[in-house]
């Protein structure tokens, strides 16, 4: 079992920045891969950013590649999603998600990130 909270989310004006920090607890060693996925209201959720163990890769959706960053605090069991130049159609809630090696999924309760003027 992994657990997963979030923190990080809130309103924020187009152009400004956010720092989103996913804790990961539990059976930590069986986790290959972290990411954040969002969902706007009445669309489906998506991908925005992942990291994967084997070789530290990351990947990003092509909607948000050059502004936002995900990294990992191995010491802290924690990954970050940097969120810069932010756009109001990142407003949604923003779920983390780890899957181990045996392909179980976890998820995070969400946190809401709201783009606005």
């Known amino acids: 079992q992994v657990q997963l909270v979030e923190s990080g989310g809130g309103l924020v004006q187009p152009g400004g920045s956010l720092r989103l920090a996913c804790a990961a607890s539990g059976s930590i060693l069986g986790i290959s891969a972290m990411g954040w996925y969002r969902q706007a209201p009445g669309k489906q959720r998506e991908l925005v950013a992942t990291?994967?163990?084997?070789?530290?890769?990351?990947n990003y959706a092509d909607s948000v590649k050059g502004r936002f960053t995900i990294s990992r605090d191995s010491a802290k069991n924690t990954v970050y999603l940097q969120m810069n130049s932010l756009k109001p159609e990142d407003t949604g809630v923003y779920y983390c998600?780890?899957?181990?090696?045996?392909?179980?999924?976890?998820w995070g309760q969400g946190t809401q990130v709201t783009v606005s003027s």
């Open positions: 998600n780890s899957n181990t090696w045996s392909n179980i999924n976890y």
């Open positions: 990291w994967r163990r084997a070789g530290s890769s990351t």
